[in-house]
């Protein structure tokens, strides 16, 4: 795997007088045909398949907030079919158990041993499906998977297999038999994205097609979980100019001070902030981030990780609500010099 060019700016230069050198063409070239592929099997949502290969270029998880039937579930296998992940799909319920998604230590009868048969946890990319139909026990049954990439049952620590995201899915419009996710549980999501109803043209094409299986059948691997975990590693070696490091901050202290905020975003929302800043750059084809990759990156980095001081009445009225509130920050935050 090629790897990338770093630059360092020199103090006191400005941003537009460096001469940043391109991303490695053969990088760029295969993320792009990565987010390509993905677009093949859900039609006319590139920016939302950006935000996820951005999520998954930085580790993170991300939380699907749509009503049914707009393809979370295609975008999830196609994701996995595209960088050759197992992929796993774990249908919350109210009255599954934490073993159902880590699994389970049985007796054998004929070794007369014990052995561990993993659950649906362990795969590449899992869909978390209607996440808040479920207790919060089982939903804390994520918190380590999530946060430390791995799982401990029965005393045992087991790693999960790399890469590793979770895109996890809940309805926003029905409240009825269902478990609000508590604030440590959305600190976990990197990012939450929404994918929207596709436009007349996607939506005629969808309409036509006869069989949607076929073309996830069809779609071929673009790139191997290798070659996705050495891009993860090359992350981190995305430029961010102090200037535009100082302006994620002050994007994420506004938080913290705005009138209509209650809970601002956390120290690890703002590291967070950061690394997607840097992924998102990588997806865009560039070895440095911008502060238009800030600004795009601060709704769905930040909208579910704050609480707004008036509550609504459902999620998709209170998902709106802090959206605007984070957007009102970044509009009322200087761009930086």
Avoid: W
């Avoid at 993170?60 to 049914?68: Q, S």
């Amino acid at each position: 795997m090629t790897q990338l060019r770093v630059i360092h700016s020199e103090p006191g230069r400005k941003m537009s007088e460096e001469k940043t050198p391109a991303l490695d063409a053969q990088v760029a070239e295969r993320i792009a045909a990565l987010v390509s592929g993905v677009e093949r099997v859900i039609f006319g949502k590139r920016e939302t398949v950006k935000l996820c290969v951005t999520g998954l270029l930085a580790r993170g998880h991300i939380l699907i907030e749509d009503v049914p039937g707009i393809g979370k579930t295609t975008l999830a296998q196609g994701l996995a079919r595209s960088i050759d992940c197992k992929f796993s799909r774990i249908q919350f319920t109210s009255d599954m158990l934490p073993s159902d998604i880590l699994g389970v230590t049985v007796l054998n009868p004929k070794t007369r041993e014990f052995e561990f048969r993993p659950g649906p946890i362990f795969a590449g990319v899992v869909l978390a499906d209607e996440i808040n139909r479920t207790p919060p026990k089982n939903q804390s049954a994520l918190l380590e998977a999530m946060s430390e990439s791995q799982v401990s049952v029965d005393g045992v620590t087991r790693p999960l297999p790399r890469p590793f995201i979770v895109l996890a899915t809940q309805n926003p419009i029905e409240y009825e038999g269902t478990y609000t996710l508590p604030e440590s549980q959305l600190d976990r999501f990197m990012l939450r994205v929404e994918i929207g109803y596709p436009g007349n043209e996607d939506e005629l094409h969808i309409m036509r097609r006869r069989d949607p299986r076929a073309a996830m059948a069809h779609l071929e691997p673009v790139l191997s979980a290798g070659e996705i975990a050495a891009l993860q590693e090359q992350v981190p070696d995305i430029h961010v100019d102090d200037s535009v490091a100082r302006y994620i901050l002050a994007i994420v202290q506004g938080t913290r001070q705005h009138e209509h905020i209650q809970l601002g975003a956390s120290p690890r929302a703002a590291q967070e902030y950061y690394e997607s800043c840097q992924a998102h750059a990588l997806v865009e084809g560039r070895d440095y981030v911008t502060p238009d990759d800030v600004k795009q990156l601060a709704v769905p980095a930040l909208s579910h990780r704050v609480l707004v001081r008036s509550r609504e009445g459902n999620l998709a009225a209170a998902a709106r609500a802090r959206a605007r509130a984070v957007y009102d920050v970044v509009k009322n935050t200087p761009l930086p010099r």
